[in-house]
Each structure stands twice: as structure tokens, then as C-alpha cells.
């Protein structure tokens, strides 16, 4: 019996002649009805490009499939004119996309939004259509936003927006629903939310689902079936729990060992303190009127006192806006602060910026975005050796030359590199020449803003290989700012917690880990650990 | 030299744009003929050979006594007298054209304007100056005249822009402020007001005009800075204790200047514009230079004699057709998205 939806052989490509790029080679893959598959895979794998064909949704005629079938229900969709792909789209198969906020219009409100799908395939009056759009709101559990019908998505959470878009796929009773990412861009307890909402939904409709994820827990969590892909083919498939427990394909070992894991070199005990607070805040006015008069403040960090000490990391956890970033750069007074900060014992807060440059040099920072941190036009060189000519290192340009090619080595990368522009590089070797910006100055404190957050998660293991090493070698003392509680176990000596500027609990990486005492810690913990869905009412939106 | 991949793309874009590389071309050409316009349209030989020795007029005065005449002052070569003096004993090299932009052709065989003839190629205007000679100078007076205030007014406006978008707050409020009032002076009175009091010239009219041209720039480079200023890479040489003026120089201008350069070639068409207009109506350059916009100004006031209105609108349409179609082609180039297939 042929499956619910059959792909045989599908290849999609972009260009022609010498500028083609193939996307996906021979791709074959089966969903059931009430099964879900999951499409696993590193970025630019071709997960979404095998999703999007489903659709017939890529930029033809630049996209074109030089071979392949897509059969749903026995109905052939490859080439099918646009009337019968108009028919199925958002009807029969319909789907969730990564971004919530990108992927609702900003302009038009949600019942709007909701009811638009509905007009499109379905003839109900005005009065039936607003049930049916209450109905589907309070199925993916928004009921309190059936009062708020006219509300436009930016008055929702990130997690209400992606419920809204839940919604919108479910509007018609999809027979298929493909969920691209559907929670990368969610809070981790956020994620467990809209994760356990799809299984529920999936459960309850009998819907065949394709999930395309890059995290290997989600997969655990949610599928059935999985086919592992890398590079546009797929290299590994079948029943979710042998290709985990046995993975045949060398790749498919490889991503499942290269979880971030293990735990920090055990570090000395009484090592002395090199980057300190003492109640500090941060907080932004929130002005209004003509006269702009502060009428209140975001408190971004609000009161928060920890210390760094040499050979340590300090890891610092909590969701997009607890204000973790911040902390970080008010620490090595990038952001104007309030309250204590000291670097080896002397108060910094109030040096002005000549008597803070030679200091600069002991401090450095790490950001999240490997193609955002470095400027564009300038080489690997150029981009490393900038802190030696501020700081007056290295005499002449031979001297630099060698020093960068050392750390160059020193972070994994080949000297030979060090003329090449940072576009020539991948997210891990860019975040590569970012530690070696950062490493060339020989600091004793690196703030690490989410260094791993945009890397895949191979890439992430090796980074954490590295900065374990770095740290090692160098004594350096860390702060590690990170929402992915594996890499900050892997990472962490001490832990801090950190909600809405506050710290909801802090102490060493193992006392939190193993005996979270707040209830915030501990459900962030399940949500992360096991995808399980908070139910006390802690994190709620 | 290596060329970075990034520009040998822009510069791929920039030749798939034919139109684009034939008008930089013929721009060129023209460009670089109007440069040598002494030698190409002068009433003075290039070459004078005269009992024995060598002579070059165009670059040095020799008085009249020099070639056997009576008079200290400057040879007039076009004399008769003069030439006769000079064949007896030697030879003259002319120029193709043999008038300057404000040789008055005597030897007119109809009254000024007088038509197009095998002397005077294009005819004369109302005062019997060679219509061809007067469109090579005004053209090379136009264009340099645009490519210096384009330059500076480029320099100065992003500079401005910079300064206004890398530091934010009350600096750019002060100074967006600043320029909304400034653009509010009326340009064109300002000028006739200045035209009274002084006598305009080339450096004059440049000066005044710089004084409002330089805003265009400052709004996009002032967007490009604000934007990049907190970018990861700004805040990542700021930890490393880079002071703001390089950082500004070396990290963020870069991204500003694709702007910049894109907006360049329509300021300059904009440019020429401008100061055709103010020949146009006599407040420009000082009476008897050569201007584009006087000749059109004698087309109008001789519609007779449609040779001057016609070669002067033909001159500036070909040479801000060209200078726009130049100008898309860069943008082109410097668009990441455009792609060609």
C-alpha cells in the first residue's frame, strides 16, 4: 500500500550551468496518516528546500526539479497546475514556518488573519466563520484571546504568535501539516508549550505530520519516523528509536554524538576574584510626552551582584529578555550601569575611556553572531590584529603577523587563512576569528555572549571543546551567557539564574543542576531537558 | 592587487550593464577631448615655425614684434597682416577649430547669429563666437564645475552624516534640526542677493552652492551609521579599546559609502543642472565665459536662429543622459540583490 505521502526521488536545484546549486539529490521519503517524520539535519542541508517542494512553493523558475515524484494521497503534485496546488495549499496540507512574527502580517488582525484561510476554501457566513475562529483559538489554547479578536500579532508573546499560526494551519482540518522549526525562535519553556500542543493536536486530528528540526530532542520528544539529512541527500532513515540507539550512516553519528556535553575541568578552589558586581542595575527611562519626562524604567538588570573567578566560568542562564546580554556588557562597562563593578579588586565604574583602554586589554567579549561580529571588509588578519595596534603589541607588521598566526592556530584555524574575508568562512570558523580577536590580546576575562547560540550542533561541541581548552591553558575566567542549558552544564563551574533582571537563584553548576530549588529554575530545567511542558503556572505568558 | 570578491562582482554587475559601460565610455572620451580644449578649439596656432625658431602660442605670449610687426602687444594671429608676416617666413600649425570660445569672428559672411557654415560648423551666436568652440568650453566647465562640488559637497555631507549617526542623541537632534532650518533657505534668492554684491565666478558660485548641496548626503550616510553603530562588530572594537574616530573610519564608514557612491553620479547630473539654470538666467558665471545655459539663453532670445538652442539642448541632454545612465548602472553594481540570469 503506497503511504499517505510519498516522495520518490525528488531533486530540487537553484540555477543552471556552472552556477547550480543542487539543493536535494534524490531525496525519498513516506509519512502515514498519524505518524510524524522527522527531517533532521545541519543548516543548508536541504530540509526546508524537501518542504517547500512539497508546497511547490520554491521561486520557480529559478528552483526546478530535474527529476522526482510527490504523491499525496495517490495524487501526483509535482508540476500539478497552480488551480489543484492553490486547492491543496493551506487546505489539505498546510504549514507552520520558524518565525512567528515575520510569518503573520503585521497589519492585519488575527481574526483576520485566521478567517482569511478559512474564506479561501471554504463558503461559511460571517457568523459561522467567527465561531469557527474562536473555536480554533481556544483549541490551541489562546481562549483568553478570544476577547481579543482585533488585536494585531505584535500584542502577542512569541509563543501566542506561533499558537496563532497554529491556528491559521489548522483552520481547514489539514490531512498534512509540515512544522518548519516550528520552535527554534521560542524560550525553551515556551517550546515544551507549543511542542506538547502539536503532539496533543496531532493525536487528536489523526494528522500525518513533517517536523523539521535541527535539535535532536525535539526529534526524540516528537517523532515516529526520521530521515537524516546532509548535504541534500538523505543518508539515514527509519523508526525513530533504532536510528537512534543503533545510527548506521557515519553522519548520522557523528550529529548524534556531537551533542554539547561533559563537564568543565574541575577548576581551583580558591582562586581570586577577577570580575566582581555589586548590585548593579541597568535600567533604560521609558520617557514620554513632548518634554520627554521619564515616566519609568525597563529594568534590564535590576540589583545583581556575582563574581568571576580566575580559571572559572560563571554561567549565566534565562530567557530572550531576562536581560543576560546586558549584565554582560555592563560588566566590562559597555553599558552605562549603576551600583559596583570591580576588575581584580579596583573599582572600574568610574575610569574614563583613556584610563579603561589599557584595562580593555584584560577584558574581551564573545558575541552570539558569527557574521554580525565581524566587519565585513576587513581580513582575517586585519580583524585579529586590530586589538595589537591599539594596544601598541607586536613592533612591526612581521612581529603581528606571527602572533596571529599563532592564535590563528591556536582557535583551530590554518595561518594560511588569515588574508581570506570573513565571507569566505562557515558560522564555526567565524566564530573562530571571533575567540582569536578576542584571545589575541591575552586577557585574564572573556564575557561569552551566547558564543554558540547561532551555530549548528556539531559546530557547538567543537566550540565548547575549544573554549574548555582555552581556559585551561590560559587560566581564564568566563562569563558564559547562554538560554541553552546543555551547553551551559557542559560549560559552567557556577550557575546564575537570571529572570526579568533579577537572579532567581545562583550557586555551583552541580548544587542547580542536580537540586534546582525555585520553581522558575526548575521548570526552565524540564522544558530543556525533557520538552516537558511546565503546569504550575510558573512561566506563563 | 587583489580585488576582494565582493567588488569583482560589483564590477561584474557594473559591465553586464551595457548601456552603463558604452555611456562611461563615450563620457570618457568626451570628456577627456574637452580636457585639451586649447588645443582642439583655439584662435591661436599650436605650432609656429618662424625664421628658424619654434614658437607655441597657446602656452606662451608673444607680442606681435616678435614675427616682424609693429605692436608690443599679444600677436593677433587671425590677422592678416599677422599671417603674412608669419608664411613669408615660416609655417602655422592650427588647431581643428580655429576659435576660442570668445573669438569673435569678424570675417562673417551674414549677420550674427549667422547659420552653420564650413567655418563656423554649428554658426555663431549674437555676438559672432563660434557655437562649437563655446560648447567644448562649456561642457568642460560643467562638468569639472559638477565633479568638484559633487566631491566636496560629498565629503563634507558625509562627514556630517557620520558624526550625526555614530553618536546619536543629542548631537543628531541639534543637527537634524539644523539642517531641516537650513534647507529652508531659499537657495535661488540667496544667490541673486549674492550676485549684487559680488561679481560671481567659478569658486564663488562653487562656494554658495556647497553651502546647501552637502545635505543630500547627509541623510542616508546618517541612516547607514545609526544602523551599523550598534552592530556586533563596532561593540566588539569598542571592548578592544579602538577610539571612535577609527572606528568610525575604519569600521563603519566602509558600510556607508555604498551609499554614497550610489547617490554620487544623480548629484552631480543634479549639479550641472543647477548651475545651467543659474547661466540660464544670468546669475551664474561672469558674462563671456562659456556656459551652456547662456547659449540656451540666446536660443530663446533668437528663436530664429534654432542652431543655438538646438546644439545647446542637444550638448546638455546627451551629457545628463549619459551621466544618469552611468549612475544606474553603479547603482546596479552595488545592489546585493540585483541578479542576473
Not at chain 1, 63 to 90: C, N, V, W, Y
Not at chain 1, 370 to 388: A, K, M, T
Not at chain 1, 501 to 506: A, F, L
Not at chain 2, 34 to 52: H, S, T
Amino acid at each position: 500500500m503506497s503511504k499517505f505521502l510519498e516522495i520518490s526521488g525528488l531533486h530540487a536545484s537553484f540555477g543552471e550551468g556552472d552556477t547550480e546549486v543542487k539543493a536535494v539529490r534524490n531525496a525519498s521519503l513516506g509519512i502515514d496518516k498519524g505518524e510524524t517524520h522527522a527531517l533532521v539535519g545541519e543548516s543548508g542541508s536541504g530540509k526546508s528546500v524537501t518542504a517547500l517542494s512539497i508546497m511547490q512553493l520554491l521561486p520557480y523558475p529559478l528552483a526546478h526539479h530535474s527529476g522526482g515524484s510527490i504523491k499525496f494521497q495517490g495524487q501526483e503534485l509535482m508540476g500539478a497546475p497552480a488551480r489543484t496546488m492553490r486547492d491543496i495549499r493551506g487546505n489539505r496540507i498546510a504549514m507552520i514556518f520558524q518565525e512567528p512574527l515575520t510569518s503573520l502580517n503585521p497589519l492585519h488582525s488575527i481574526e483576520k488573519q485566521i478567517s482569511e484561510v478559512l474564506g479561501l476554501h471554504k463558503t461559511l457566513n460571517p457568523t459561522q466563520t467567527r465561531e469557527r475562529v474562536m473555536e480554533l483559538l481556544s483549541v490551541v489554547g489562546l481562549e483568553e484571546a478570544t476577547t481579543r479578536l482585533n488585536a494585531l500579532p505584535h500584542e502577542f508573546s512569541g509563543g501566542q504568535q506561533q499558537r496563532v499560526m497554529i491556528a491559521m494551519a489548522l483552520a481547514n482540518d489539514p490531512d498534512l501539516l509540515i512544522a518548519d522549526e516550528p520552535t527554534t525562535a521560542l524560550d525553551v519553556t515556551i517550546q515544551a508549550q507549543v511542542l506538547k500542543l502539536l503532539k496533543d493536536l496531532q493525536a487528536e486530528f489523526q494528522m500525518a505530520m513533517l517536523l523539521i528540526t535541527h535539535d535532536l530532542g525535539i526529534v526524540r520528544h516528537m517523532a515516529d519516523t526520521v530521515s537524516v539529512m546532509s548535504d541534500g541527500e538523505i543518508v539515514e532513515q527509519g523508526d525513530m528509536k533504532v536510528v537512534f540507539e543503533t545510527p548506521k550512516h557515519a553522519y548520522t553519528q557523528h550529529l548524534l554524538g556531537a551533542e554539547p556535553k561533559g563537564h568543565p575541568d574541575p577548576a581551583k578552589k580558591n582562586a581570586s576574584e577577577v570580575a566582581a558586581t555589586g548590585d548593579v542595575k541597568v535600567w533604560f527611562p521609558i520617557r514620554k510626552g513632548v518634554i520627554r519626562r521619564t515616566v519609568g524604567h525597563i529594568k534590564a538588570v535590576d540589583g545583581i551582584t556575582l563574581a568571576v573567578r580566575q580559571g572559572h566560568t560563571l554561567g549565566v542562564v534565562g530567557e530572550s529578555g531576562s536581560g543576560k546580554s546586558t549584565l554582560g556588557r555592563a560588566l566590562i562597562r559597555l553599558e552605562k550601569s549603576t551600583g559596583e563593578v570591580t576588575f581584580e579588586g579596583r573599582s572600574i565604574q568610574a575610569l574614563n575611556k583613556n584610563d579603561m583602554r589599557p584595562l580593555r586589554r584584560q577584558m574581551q567579549i564573545v558575541f552570539q553572531d558569527p557574521f554580525g561580529s565581524l566587519s565585513p571588509r576587513l581580513s582575517v588578519r586585519q580583524i585579529v590584529e586590530e586589538g595589537l595596534l591599539v594596544h601598541d603589541i607586536g613592533g612591526d607588521f612581521d612581529e603581528r603577523r606571527k602572533i596571529v598566526a599563532d592564535v590563528l592556530d591556536e582557535v583551530g584555524l590554518e595561518a594560511s587563512m588569515m588574508n581570506r574575508y570573513p565571507h569566505e568562512f562557515s558560522g564555526g570558523q567565524r566564530q573562530r576569528i571571533a575567540i582569536a580577536r578576542a584571545l589575541v590580546l591575552k586577557p585574564k576575562f572573556i564575557v561569552l555572549d551566547e558564543p554558540t547560540s547561532a551555530l549548528d550542533m556539531s559546530v557547538q561541541a567543537q566550540i565548547v571543546d575549544l573554549l574548555r581548552d582555552l581556559q585551561k591553558n590560559h587560566d581564564l575566567a568566563y562569563l558564559f551567557i547562554s538560554h541553552d542549558l546543555k551547553v551551559i552544564r557542559a560549560m559552567s563551574h557556577d550557575i546564575l539564574v537570571m529572570r526579568q533582571g533579577r537572579v532567581v537563584e545562583q550557586g555551583s553548576a552541580d548544587s542547580i543542576f542536580d537540586n534546582p530549588q525555585d520553581p522558575y529554575t526548575k521548570a526552565l530545567m524540564a522544558a530543556a531537558f525533557d520538552l516537558k511542558a511546565d503546569d504550575t503556572g510558573v512561566v506563563n505568558v | 592587487m587583489r580585488i576582494s570578491p565582493i567588488n569583482q562582482r560589483r564590477l561584474d554587475n557594473f559591465t553586464r550593464n551595457r548601456r552603463g559601460v558604452w555611456s562611461l565610455w563615450i563620457f570618457l572620451a568626451l570628456f577627456l577631448i574637452a580636457l585639451f580644449a586649447e588645443v582642439i578649439a583655439n584662435d591661436k596656432p599650436l605650432l609656429v615655425r618662424y625664421d628658424g625658431a619654434f614658437y607655441t602660442p597657446v602656452f606662451i605670449a608673444y607680442p606681435e614684434t616678435s614675427f616682424g610687426g609693429e605692436f608690443l602687444t599679444e600677436a593677433d594671429y587671425r590677422d592678416e597682416f599677422v599671417i603674412k608676416l608669419i608664411d613669408a617666413k615660416g609655417w602655422m600649425v592650427w588647431p581643428l577649430i580655429r576659435f576660442s570660445f570668445d573669438t569673435i569672428n569678424y570675417d562673417l559672411k551674414a549677420p550674427a547669429p549667422s547659420a552653420p557654415s564650413l567655418d563656423n560648423w554649428l554658426g555663431t551666436d549674437d555676438q559672432g563666437r563660434d557655437v562649437v568652440a563655446r560648447l567644448i568650453y562649456g561642457f568642460r566647465i560643467s562638468v569639472l564645475f559638477g565633479l568638484t562640488l559633487t566631491i566636496v559637497s560629498a565629503a563634507l555631507g558625509v562627514s556630517i552624516g557620520a558624526f550625526q549617526g555614530f553618536y546619536g542623541g543629542l548631537i543628531d537632534l541639534l543637527g537634524q534640526r539644523f539642517i531641516e532650518v537650513w534647507a529652508g533657505m531659499p537657495m535661488l534668492y540667496l544667490l541673486i542677493i549674492m550676485a549684487s554684491v559680488i561679481t560671481p565666478n567659478f569658486w564663488w558660485l562653487l562656494g554658495l552652492m556647497l553651502l546647501f548641496s552637502w545635505m543630500g548626503f547627509v541623510g542616508v550616510v546618517r541612516a547607514e551609521f545609526l544602523k551599523a553603530r550598534n552592530l556586533d562588530f563596532v561593540l566588539a572594537a569598542k571592548a578592544l579599546g579602538v577610539a571612535d574616530l577609527k572606528i568610525i573610519y575604519k569600521h563603519v564608514l566602509p558600510n556607508a559609502v555604498v551609499a554614497t557612491i550610489t547617490f554620487m553620479p544623480f548629484t552631480l547630473a543634479g549639479s550641472i543642472t543647477t548651475l545651467t539654470g543659474l547661466d540660464f538666467l544670468g546669475f551664474g558665471l561672469p558674462a563671456g565665459s562659456a556656459s551652456l545655459g547662456e547659449l540656451l539663453n540666446q536660443g530663446k532670445a533668437n528663436l530664429h536662429a534654432p542652431w543655438l538652442g538646438l546644439s545647446g539642448f542637444f550638448v546638455i541632454a546627451i551629457m545628463l543622459s549619459l551621466l544618469v545612465f552611468i549612475g544606474e548602472a553603479v547603482r546596479d553594481a552595488f545592489d546585493p540583490r540585483k541578479t542576473y540570469r
